[in-house]
């Protein structure tokens, strides 16, 4: 079983940052993928960036060029640095990990980002 435990929400002025951290414990392959959804209200739940155990990232077009997913050398914690945060960036951000050989991708219980105007 893996568990994942995020950190880093709060509010944050428009124009601001922050840091979301998540980690990950418990059996792991080695072969996955780490990244970030976000759902706002009354919306459906959207990718925001992933990363490979091998470094390849991917990022949503809205959030390219302000937001910058990393993992550590680990490979069992990710970042999400956001900058030049927006309003509509106010969602609650999910972490999850996706085993390839399994096919099964783990959850986090989320944590909210609040961006005012």
């Known amino acids: 079983q893996v568990q994942l435990v995020e950190s880093g929400g709060g509010l944050v002025q428009a124009g601001g940052s922050l840091r979301l951290s998540c980690t990950a414990s418990g059996s792991i392959f080695s072969i996955n993928a780490m990244g970030w959804h976000r759902q706002a209200p009354g919306k459906q739940r959207e990718l925001v960036a992933a990363?490979?155990?091998?470094?390849?990232?991917n990022y949503a077009d809205s959030v390219k060029g302000r937001f910058t997913i990393s993992r550590d050398n680990a490979r069992t914690t990710v970042y999400l640095q956001m900058n030049s945060l927006k309003p509509e960036d106010t969602a609650v951000y999910y972490c999850n990990l996706r085993e390839f050989i399994k096919e099964y991708t783990y959850w986090g219980q989320g944590t909210q980002v609040n961006v005012s105007s």
């Open positions: 990363i490979t155990s091998s470094g390849s990232t």
